[in-house]
T-cell receptor
């Protein structure tokens, strides 16, 4: 596996709180993407961060990438109940015809 | 808006039967992917392709074949369906290091 954690993590927080989700990967990657998947739907990309970027923001979302530790994080500020979903990080592995693999994910429940 | 269309959206198959899942994209993307997702788990890569008439094995290719007859179409074939292949299957497409677009998924139940 290319991923550090193998099992789906679960978090439950109250609306309005901030949350940070982490993932670590074992193989060099040029791009890390964060996805959100709501119940019964396909994943939708939230943020794409490249290996030459340390941080990327989009609205209430902030993604970081640390290539030295091969880890990435996604933070959501001021969570809403509608942020309830499973969040995945995905890595595009160089030298493998751009093979795209997903981490196990974090199931986030935001309670109103 | 990029579009990835999967068919069928849902299928019940008999153990030992042949199943073909189809995926069509209108994005003119080079890369296409097939993933499976089991309840409560992440997406695992089965096969992918970066050009027509060529496919690559992903992380869990056993029991699956893939076919990319054109840039727009990518099929996943289960020659002998088994109970363990009951899952939701997602197709996706991508161009370069850009956003990946997913289809709505196919729920396959093998009985």
């Amino acid at each position: 596996s290319q991923w550090g954690e193998e099992n789906l993590q679960a978090l439950s927080i109250q609306e309005g709180e901030d949350v940070t989700m982490n993932c670590s990967y074992k193989t060099y990657t040029t791009v890390v993407q964060w996805y959100r998947q709501k119940s019964g739907k396909g994943p939708a990309q939230l943020i794409l961060i490249r290996s030459n970027e340390r941080e990327k923001r989009s609205g209430r979302l902030r993604a970081t990438l640390d290539t030295s530790s091969q880890s990435s994080s996604l933070s959501i500020t001021g969570t809403l109940a509608t942020d309830t979903a499973v969040y995945f990080c995905a890595a595009m592995l160089s030298g493998s015809f751009n093979k795209l693999t997903f981490g196990a994910g974090t199931r986030l429940a935001v309670c109103p | 808006e990029a579009a990835v269309t999967q068919s069928p959206r849902s299928k019940v198959a008999v153990t030992g039967g042949k199943v073909t899942l189809s995926c069509h994209q209108t994005n003119n993307h080079d890369y296409m992917y097939w993933y499976r997702q089991d309840t409560g788990h992440g997406l695992r890569l089965i096969h992918y392709s970066y050009v027509a008439d060529s496919t690559e094995k992903g992380d869990i290719p056993d029991g699956y074949k893939a076919s990319r007859p054109s840039q727009e179409n990518f099929s996943l074939i289960l020659e002998l369906a088994s109970l363990s292949q009951t899952a939701v299957y997602f197709c996706a497409s991508r161009q370069g290091n850009t956003e990946v677009f997913f289809g709505k998924g196919t729920r396959l139940t093998v009985v």
